[in-house]
Structures are given as C-alpha cells and as structure tokens.
DNA sequence: TCTGGGGTCCTAGGACCC
DNA sequence: TCTGGGGTCCTAGGACCC
C-alpha cells in the first residue's frame, strides 16, 4: 500500500502560513520574473485565472477581485517543504520525496488498521506542524495512489483522504477518472488515446495490452499494469544523484550589451559550480546558451547554443567560469536583444570516483590544484553561513539582466533580517 | 510593455567495433 | 545484382513530470 501526499496549492498556502489577512483571500505566485501564474488559491481559482497564465493578461480580473499576487520566494517554499517532509518521515517508516510539495509513503505495515483514521492523522500533524494544508490518497500502486490523493483534492466529501483498498474501490475510481487526469499521460497521448476511444482510465486499464506497448511504449505500458492493481513502480528511498545541472534565466529586460550577458552567464556557471559542489560531483560537459523572446515578433529570432568537453571533471567555479565565457564568444551575435541565457552542466561523476577519469593529457592533475580548492570550500562555507553572493567571483554581476521580483514575500523561515523589516 | 525554471526517461538512428 | 551477425556508444528528439 503507498500513500501520496500533496500540499494543496503549496506555493499559496506558503504565503498565507505567515499572512492570515490572507485568509479567504484569492492569492497567486508568479514565475520567477513575475511573468506568468504558477500557483493559485482555491479562491484564485473559482475566479477562473488558469495555471501558467501571463500575469499581464489578468491583471484587470487580479484587481477587480483584490487578489493578492505575490513573486515566488524559493527560499521560504524550500524550507517549508523541508518542514512538511521531516513531519511526513516521523508518520511512516519510508518515505520518497517526489517533489518539492509531494511525498509517497510506505503503509504496507498498517495493512491491519483503519487507513482513512490514519490519513486524517497525517492531515492533521502536518497541519499542525507546518500550517500546510495536505490531501492524502492511498492506493496498492504509486499511480493509483495519485487517482486516489485527486478525488480527495477535487471532492470535499472525502475531507481530504481518499483509499482505494478493494477492487471495487478502484472500479469506480478508474471510472471516474479521465485519461488526461492520469500520473504519465500527458497532452499528446491524451490526444492520441482519445483518438482511439480511450477515454478513462478504466478504457486504458482494459485496452489491448499489445496496442498500448506499441504506442505509448514501456512507460504507458507501465502505467496500465499500475491501473490494473499491480504494482510496477517502487519507493525510491535515497534520490540518485542528479545527470544534469541547468541554470537559467529569462532577463527582467532586453540585454543587447556584450558585457551584460557576459556578466549573466559568468554568474549562472558559478550558480552551476556551487550546486555541483553541493551534490558532491563533478561534471565533464558543459552547455551554454543565450536566446531572444520567442513571442517578440519584431525583433530577429536567435537561438545560439554550443556544448563542449571540460579538460577534465570539476567542480571548480572559477574554471567552469572561464570555459563558459570562452563558449558565449562563440554564439553571441552583435546587434540581437537576448531576453535569456543558461549555462548547464552535464557528465557528471561522483567526486569519489574523479581519480579513475584523469585525461590522459592535463598534466597538472597528477597534482590537483590545492589552493583552488580550498578557496572554493572557504567560499562555500561564507556564503552558507551569511547567505548567498557574501562573497563571489568578481565576473558574477548582478547587472541590470536581473529577473524582476517586485512582489516577494519575506523569508521568513531562514533570515532574521526578514523577520525584523516585517516587524518595522 | 509585459509570456518560468529545472528535471527525467525512452526511442531511433548513425557511427563505430570485431 | 550480389554483399553477416552481433554488439556498443552517442546524440537528437519527443514524451513526460513538478
């Protein structure tokens, strides 16, 4: 038995834990240049504002109805779901973090006792822990555990816990449960299975097994075993350590200067290092890209991107720094009006096992670089302990690129800082 | 005027090996 | 006109997730 639970409107409900004038409230988060909707409260959406909306496009319905719009704030969300995620590991033996407002918990050890009394229990202490508002579904799969943990978001009647136990429990449920609703079915699978007189997920449940391999392949194949009861999909207790680290950016305005994206895309490699660093890996390639906005019809399209092979693996901000300006001269074009840029890091190997991958060449591996090291855990440790950009690189600008954030909240879970300007 | 960011897995096809 | 069998690795593209 997996238990999935779910923040209900985890961004929102973030915001209104320290705000109770937000109570009743319609509140919204935007993107991180303010520029679309991304999380809404339920009053938010009885209005009729939809999920990933451009703010700018609602902004009369935002102020005829006094909704509280807020930018994102990923340090208070982050700490937050650290919160919720602590209390949900004290309530089941195992738990997988799935994502930053879900969790799946083992319950096959409370097969014997009343589950819905348990699901309330959890609501309840999560409630009561974090000020956060969760549903709770129970199910014998993972994909039938997130049907169940929809009903009890989507009908009030359940109080927020749904089990799915017997197979007349599941009947139903499947019934009730259309094709696009289902964990893995995205839009163009809806489509083509709607195409085809697909419409539930008990259609999907029992469609020719041959015909659903052969179309939505291994992973829908999967995903109907897990409809039909048998679970496919297990716990997975400690997250792997991640293939691919990208960070990017939509600028708050147009850059057209060299240097600004220059200072832009030294910033987000270093930002790229630090979070290898903190993952205790290395990486071997290394993408960068810079692009204009895809919507701005008067201006001249550009996508310029280039990848290459680091000498060796690191995690060193300085030198993954230097490779990636020495790439941005290679895809910038003079008089284009880049609205964004990323770097990303791939080929990443676990720091632990750098000394099997040595190039063959790089002849000062053989005696790494000390002093650079040190100077990266030293600036690690500063900016750990006074917060973000303490100490940086000297090329790391935040220059005029710099994402809007007009709307953000305290921090009120990590600095004191915060804390004393709302008190004043 | 204003439109997010960060990931994963799978498949097919090409280049290459013996 | 005919031209094996069995592999690996890499990349691009397409689907999905939150």
């Given at each position: ?325 020495t790439m941005l001269e290679g895809i910038f074009r003079a008089g284009m009006s880049y609205k964004k840029a990323g770097v990303l890091v791939s080929g990443i190997v676990p720091k632990e096992a750098r000394s099997t991958t040595l190039s063959l060449f790089a002849e000062e591996e053989l005696l790494p670089n000390e002093r650079d090291k040190k100077i990266m855990q030293v600036m690690d440790a500063i900016n750990q302990r006074y917060g973000r950009g303490a100490v940086r690189l000297a090329a790391e600008n935040p220059g005029s690129w710099k994402p809007q954030q007009e709307r953000l909240s305290a921090r009120y879970t990590t600095r004191w800082d915060d804390i004393i300007e709302v008190k004043g």
């Amino acid at each position: 038995m997996f238990a999935l639970v779910d923040c209900n409107n985890f961004y929102a409900s973030c915001e209104r834990v320290f705000n109770p004038a937000l109570h009743l409230r319609p509140v919204v988060v935007l993107s991180n240049n303010d520029g679309c909707i991304i999380a809404r409260s339920e009053e938010a959406k009885a209005l009729g504002i939809q999920m990933g909306m451009p703010e700018f496009k609602c902004r009369p319905l935002l102020k005829q109805h006094d909704v509280a719009v807020f930018s994102s704030n990923y340090a208070l969300y982050g700490d937050m779901s650290s919160r919720v995620m602590m209390t949900l590991a004290s309530l089941a033996p195992e738990i997988e973090v799935y994502s930053i407002d879900e969790a799946f918990l083992d319950m096959t050890s409370f097969a014997r006792f009343d589950l819905t009394k348990y699901g309330r229990l959890i609501r309840r202490t999560v409630r009561q822990h974090t000020g956060i508002p969760v549903c709770v579904g129970m199910a014998p799969t993972k994909t039938l555990a997130k049907i169940a943990n929809r009903l009890a978001k989507k009908n009030p009647h359940y109080q927020g816990v749904c089990v799915l136990a017997t197979a007349e429990e599941i009947r139903t449920a499947l019934e009730r449960t259309k094709v696009e609703d289902i964990w893995g079915i995205g839009r163009q699978w809806s489509k083509l299975l709607q195409a085809n007189r697909i419409e539930s997920a008990a259609d999907l449940a029992a469609a020719p097994a041959a015909w659903v391999k052969k179309h939505l392949h291994l992973v829908g194949a999967r995903i109907q075993v897990e409809l039909q009861g048998t679970s496919c999909l297990t716990m997975e207790l400690v997250r792997p350590a991640k293939q691919s680290i990208c960070t990017s950016r939509s600028f708050g305005r147009s850059v057209t200067l060299h240097e600004e994206l220059q200072q832009a895309v030294a910033t987000f490699a270093a930002r790229c290092a630090v979070k290898l660093r903190k993952e205790n890996s290395l990486a071997s390639l290394l993408t960068v890209f810079i692009a204009t906005s895809p919507f701005d019809e008067s201006c001249k399209r550009y996508w310029g991107t280039r990848t290459a092979s680091l000498p060796s693996p690191t995690s060193d901000s300085m030198t993954i720094l230097r490779a990636a300006q020495t790439m941005l001269e290679g895809i910038f074009r003079a008089g284009m009006s880049y609205k964004k840029a990323g770097v990303l890091v791939s080929g990443i190997v676990p720091k632990e096992a750098r000394s099997t991958t040595l190039s063959l060449f790089a002849e000062e591996e053989l005696l790494p670089n000390e002093r650079d090291k040190k100077i990266m855990q030293v600036m690690d440790a500063i900016n750990q302990r006074y917060g973000r950009g303490a100490v940086r690189l000297a090329a790391e600008n935040p220059g005029s690129w710099k994402p809007q954030q007009e709307r953000l909240s305290a921090r009120y879970t990590t600095r004191w800082d915060d804390i004393i300007e709302v008190k004043g």
